[in-house]
């Protein structure tokens, strides 16, 4: 089936660094979605995208639609350690079509 | 409280047994989407119910079924259990048939078989 290419798979980072990932895949997207889980519990929306092009942000993240439509880009400034979780993204080629999920990036902060 | 409601939280069963798992979906949505997420997986969508009908299927088992009642609220069944069952199990609902405004998750159910 189709598949997102989510990368990197882990990221260990100091706090207050700014942290980078994206989603790529071969089939075009008219939505992307990007969801946080934390450890025991059910992702959380934290940003929607339905354009090409599209640059959103919520506080200290930034989420790009790629203007190909085949990929996403999540940006996370001056980290802090609540950002520690695994980040998903999702995106929906059709509305008659479900969710196509990527594999999650797990964030961890170095001590 | 994402307002979406499943219960129980926890459920350890044996090898072979059957088990429920229900999911009371925010209000006013009429979907309700259930996923599996495995120990370190990433996230595998079972089936779709919207507004009482059976909208989408994904990877989900023959010994798994689902329904969703007429208040809305839904139950996942999991039949002739195996170790390899054990996972989280997340429910989910958005107001329309499709998830292209994203979805509301519940905080899941854990199941381990043993």
């Known amino acids: 089936g189709q598949q997102l290419n989510q990368s990197p798979q882990s990221m260990f980072i100091q706090e207050g660094e700014d942290v980078s990932m994206n989603c790529t895949s071969s089939?075009?997207?008219?939505?992307w979605l990007w969801y946080k889980q934390d450890p025991g519990e059910g992702p959380v929306l934290l940003i929607a995208?339905?354009?090409a092009g599209e640059l959103t942000s919520n506080g200290r993240l930034t989420a790009q639609f790629g203007i190909t439509r085949k990929d996403s880009f999540l940006n996370i400034s001056a980290s802090i350690p609540s950002d520690v979780g695994i980040y998903f993204c999702?995106?929906?080629?059709?509305?008659?079509?479900?969710?196509?999920w990527g594999a999650g990036t797990k964030l961890i902060i170095k001590p | 409280d994402s307002g979406v409601t499943q219960t129980p939280k926890h459920l350890i069963t044996a090898t072979g047994q059957r088990v429920t798992l229900r999911c009371s979906p925010r209000?006013?949505?009429?979907?309700v989407y259930w996923y599996q997420q495995s120990l370190d997986q990433g996230l595998q969508f079972l089936i779709q119910?919207?507004?009482?009908?059976?909208?989408a299927k994904g990877n989900i088992l023959e010994r798994f079924s689902a329904q969703q009642f007429p208040d809305l609220h839904s139950e996942l069944n999991l039949s002739s259990l195996e170790l390899g069952d054990s996972a989280l199990y997340f429910c989910?609902?958005?107001?329309?048939?499709?998830?292209?405004?994203?979805?509301?998750f519940g905080s899941g159910t854990r199941l381990t078989v043993v």
């Open positions: 989910a609902s958005s107001i329309g048939p499709s998830p292209g405004y994203g979805y509301t």
């Open positions: 089939s075009i997207f008219n939505t």
């Open positions: 209000s006013g949505d009429l979907s």
């Open positions: 999702a995106g929906l080629m059709d509305s008659n079509y479900q969710l196509i």
């Open positions: 995208l339905y354009k």
């Open positions: 119910y919207y507004n009482g009908e059976e909208r």
